[in-house]
Each structure stands twice: as C-alpha cells, then as structure tokens.
C-alpha cells in the first residue's frame, strides 16, 4: 500500500510538473499572469455587483442580476464576431493593451451608481469591450503553443484562471470587505485591469495570420459558417448550454439563497460561489490525465451529467453545508465541459481563422448563457428557488440528450466527422 501511495504521489508530482512546464515559455508565462490578473479584476466585479444588486433591489436581486448578466451575454452575442474582427488587422498587442485599459475605465464607473438602470448602462459598456478582448486572447494562445499537448496544458492553466473569479476572486473580496466599503471591491477590479495591460505590453506576441480579401463583415459571417458547420462544434454549443445552466444558477441565485432564503450574510455568499470554483478548479486538473485516457466525449459528457443531475438534486437543498456540496459538484461538471472546449474550437480551422472562429464560439456560446441567466433570474422571482432547480435541471437534461445523440461514440463515426469538418473549411 505504501508502495502504491509514493507511486500515485510521484505520478501527480509529474503531472503537475507537466502541466506547469509550458510557463517556462517566457511569452505564455506573460500573457498567462496577465489573465489572471484581469481575471481576479473581473472576478471582484463579479461578486461586486452581485452585492450591488442586493443592495439597490433587495429580495429582487436575483431578477435584477439575471437581466444584468442576460445584458451581458446579449451584447457579446450581438458584437463579439464583428468586433473581433476588426480588430483582427492591428497589432495583437496594442488591441489588447488597449481593451483593458478600456474595460477599466467603465469599471471606474461603477461605485458612481445609484439607479438599477446605470447597472444595466454600464454592463452593455463593460462587454462591448469584451467582445473583442475574449476571442483575441483565446485565439493568441495556440499560435504562442502550437504543439496540442502543450495547447491541452494551457487550456488547464486558462481554465484555472478563469477560475479564479469563483475562488480566489471572493476569497480576496471577502478580505476586502472587512477594510474597505463595497465600492473598493470596484476600484481593485479597475487596477486588476491596469496590471494586465502592463503585463501584455511587456512581451511580443506572434502576429495573426490574416485572410485577404474580406471584409469585416464576411469575416465574422464565415467565423460563424464554420462553426454551426462544424458537427463537433454543434455539439461543444449544445454540451455548453449544460455548462451554462449551472453556472447560471450558481451566478444569479447564490446570493438570494444565502442570503434571502437561509438568512446568512455577504460573506456566507462569497464563500459559496467559491466553493463552486474550487469543484470547477479541481476537475480542470484532472484534464490532461483524463484525456490522455478518454476521448473529450466521454469527459465532456460526463460533466453534462454532472450539471443536469446536480441541478435536478438542487430541490433538496435545505441548508447552507448541503448547498455547498451542491456547487462542488456543478463546479466540476462545468470545468469538464468547458476545459477540452478549445482543442475542438482549434482543430476545426486553420491559424488565419482562429479569431473569427473564437469569436464565433464566444457569442454562441454567449447566446447559452442569454438564456440561462434570464431563465435563473426570472423563475427565481417569479415561482422560487425550488422550481427554478427544476426548469434549469430540465434545460441542462436536453443540451445533454442532444450533444449524445449528435456525437457519435463510435471511433470509425467519430473519423468521419473529422474528415467531414476538414472538408468543409
């Protein structure tokens, strides 16, 4: 046994050494502590107008974070593809530079507010700018690590900064909150932005490999004809939506459970949602193994079962230790649908039609989280926390029967698939 133990212990040390090994490329090393940066921004902002919400509607939170979201998505949706690519023509490295500095401008705006419709004002600002920053930091990653096994290993290390808005993000406002007002949380989000834009200046990064001969518009449009084009890729939208409807819950009604429902306060919500990150962050670091041994089928598929049966579970919930247990287990679902994601995004196109591309799975993707977040903020308002488990449960439960029977789990069909998507760039 002891034996055993040291073997498992030397295997994780080696993975983990792995995995950590593609920050000794000085430019993704750069560009990888600039996400986090402005991912722990983000993050605060998160949990910010989370609190912002309750304060301004009261019980009606939900509803009011729920339409905010919704905002959020619906201006990624409607801009992402056009905006990122006309941006595609100018240096990578200025348009990024340039997009945080942006975003924290608007950010700066945010402890100013005192009407629910500022929210709304500022968050449609906030994600225009988004729209191009998102898809261009994806698409950059794989032509900085253009071998797959490294690219699997950044697809972990980015999933984890992603999550460190559920962890490390409410885990840093919670100490915020103890010396400083709710106002502060937005002003270190702002210099979370400012310290990304200076990590980014600070490197080169590979110029982006351009079509000619279209516009932007033509651009964006065949971004998104070799997505819905793509059978795998109408799976990994389909897979996303179950992804979505966890998050979804957890985003729009932790604070009205927590706080409405179980009569706890603004700390006992932080801590929840990053309870939900440390699921999402511990199933992102099983990945490379996972993949190494399963095709991102069976993995992807797994965590959809993971979001629709935790959901369908989400009626049960009578307390605070229960819930929490509860956002472990979508946390993990979610990481493994969303981890592998980018590896089937990249191999769909060639390097000159990956920022149109990323862009096209941004706002699709996007499109998911539109009506999930009204779905959460709206049923939760309107029939209570109990029946919106169940509707959200019910959504999640079809992308999943959809994305399995789309997905064929046969290796010869799965080869088909691929040879037909190669054929359709």
């Not at 509607?57 to 939900?62: F, L, P, T």
């Not at 348009?95 to 401008?105: H, N, S, T, Y």
């Not at 065949?222 to 004809?225: A, E, P």
């Not at 029977?405 to 040879?419: G, K, Q, Y």
């Given at each position: 046994?002891?034996?055993?133990?040291?073997?498992?212990?030397g295997?994780?040390?080696?993975?983990?050494?792995?995995?950590?090994?593609?920050?000794?490329?000085?430019?993704?090393?750069?560009?990888?502590?600039?996400?986090?940066?402005?991912?722990?921004?983000?993050?605060?902002?998160?949990?910010?107008?989370?609190?912002?919400?309750?304060?301004?509607?009261?019980?009606?939170?939900?509803?009011v974070?729920?339409t905010?979201?919704?905002?959020?998505t619906l201006?990624?949706?409607?801009?992402?593809p056009?905006v990122?690519?006309?941006?595609?023509?100018?240096s990578r490295?200025s348009?990024?530079?340039?997009?945080?500095?942006?975003?924290?401008?608007v950010?700066?705006?945010?402890?100013?507010?005192?009407?629910?419709?500022?929210?709304?004002?500022?968050?449609?600002?906030?994600?225009?700018?988004?729209?191009?920053?998102?898809?261009?930091?994806?698409?950059?990653i794989?032509?900085?690590?253009?071998?797959?096994?490294?690219?699997?290993?950044?697809l972990?290390?980015?999933?984890?900064?992603?999550?460190?808005?559920?962890v490390?993000?409410?885990?840093?406002?919670?100490?915020?909150?103890?010396?400083?007002?709710?106002?502060?949380?937005?002003i270190?989000?702002?210099?979370?932005?400012?310290?990304?834009?200076?990590?980014?200046a600070?490197?080169?990064?590979?110029?982006?490999?351009?079509?000619v001969?279209?516009?932007?518009?033509?651009?964006?449009v065949?971004?998104?004809?070799i997505?819905?084009?793509?059978?795998?890729?109408?799976?990994?939208?389909?897979?996303?939506?179950?992804?979505?409807?966890?998050?979804?819950m957890?985003?729009?009604?932790?604070?009205?459970?927590?706080?409405?429902?179980?009569?706890?306060?603004?700390k006992?919500?932080?801590?929840a949602?990053?309870?939900?990150?440390?699921g999402?962050m511990?199933?992102?670091?099983?990945?490379?193994?996972?993949?190494?041994?399963?095709?991102e089928?069976?993995v992807?598929?797994a965590?959809?079962?993971?979001?629709?049966?935790?959901?369908?579970?989400?009626?049960?919930?009578?307390?605070?230790?229960?819930?929490?247990l509860?956002?472990?287990?979508?946390?993990?679902g979610?990481?493994?649908?969303?981890?592998?994601?980018?590896?089937?995004?990249?191999?769909?196109?060639g390097?000159?039609?990956?920022?149109?591309?990323?862009?096209?799975?941004?706002?699709l993707?996007?499109?998911?989280?539109?009506v999930?977040?009204?779905?959460a903020?709206?049923?939760?308002?309107?029939?209570?926390?109990?029946?919106?488990?169940a509707?959200?449960?019910?959504?999640?439960?079809?992308?999943?029967f959809?994305?399995?029977?789309?997905?064929?789990?046969?290796?010869?069909?799965?080869?088909?698939?691929?040879?037909d998507?190669?054929?359709?760039?």
């Open positions: 046994m002891r034996v055993s133990h040291v073997g498992t212990a295997s994780q040390n080696l993975q983990a050494r792995q995995m950590l090994s593609v920050l000794s490329n000085p430019t993704f090393r750069a560009f990888y502590l600039a996400q986090v940066a402005s991912l722990v921004g983000s993050g605060l902002a998160t949990v910010a107008l989370g609190l912002m919400a309750f304060e301004l509607a009261g019980s009606a939170a939900g509803a974070l729920g905010a979201l919704a905002l959020k201006t990624t949706v409607g801009l992402s056009f990122t690519a006309g941006l595609e023509r100018f490295r348009v990024l530079i340039g997009l945080e500095i942006a975003r924290g401008a950010m700066f705006l945010f402890p100013f507010v005192t009407e629910v419709w500022q929210v709304y004002l500022l968050i449609v600002l906030l994600h225009s700018v988004s729209a191009g920053l998102v898809p261009s930091v994806r698409a950059t794989p032509d900085i690590l253009p071998d797959e096994k490294d690219y699997t290993r950044a972990v290390l980015t999933q984890l900064s992603y999550d460190m808005e559920t490390a993000s409410p885990l840093l406002a919670l100490l915020l909150l103890s010396l400083v007002p709710l106002d502060g949380l937005f270190v989000a702002v210099a979370g932005f400012l310290v990304s834009a200076a990590l980014i600070s490197v080169s990064l590979p110029a982006q490999n351009l079509a001969g279209l516009g932007v518009g033509a651009r964006a065949k971004g998104l004809r997505y819905v084009g793509t059978p795998r890729l109408r799976c990994l939208l389909a897979l996303t939506f179950c992804a979505a409807t966890a998050s979804a957890v985003l729009v009604n932790t604070v009205v459970i927590v706080q409405s429902e179980l009569g706890l306060g603004p006992a919500t932080v801590l949602v990053g309870v939900f990150g440390v999402s511990s199933a992102a670091m099983l990945i490379p193994r996972l993949l190494d041994r399963f095709p089928r069976v992807m598929l965590g959809a079962c993971l979001c629709s049966g935790g959901l369908g579970a989400g009626a049960a919930v009578t307390g605070y230790a229960t819930m929490l509860l956002w472990l287990v979508l946390g993990s979610y990481a493994l649908i969303l981890t592998p994601a980018g590896r089937l995004v990249a191999r769909a196109a390097r000159s039609d990956w920022s149109v591309l990323f862009a096209a799975q941004f706002a993707t996007h499109a998911c989280w539109f999930a977040y009204l779905t903020g709206m049923a939760g308002a309107a029939v209570g926390i109990a029946f919106t488990f509707i959200l449960a019910a959504m999640s439960a079809a992308g999943l959809v994305a399995a029977l789309v997905w064929p789990a046969d290796h010869a069909a799965v080869a088909a698939i691929v040879s998507d190669h054929r359709e760039q």
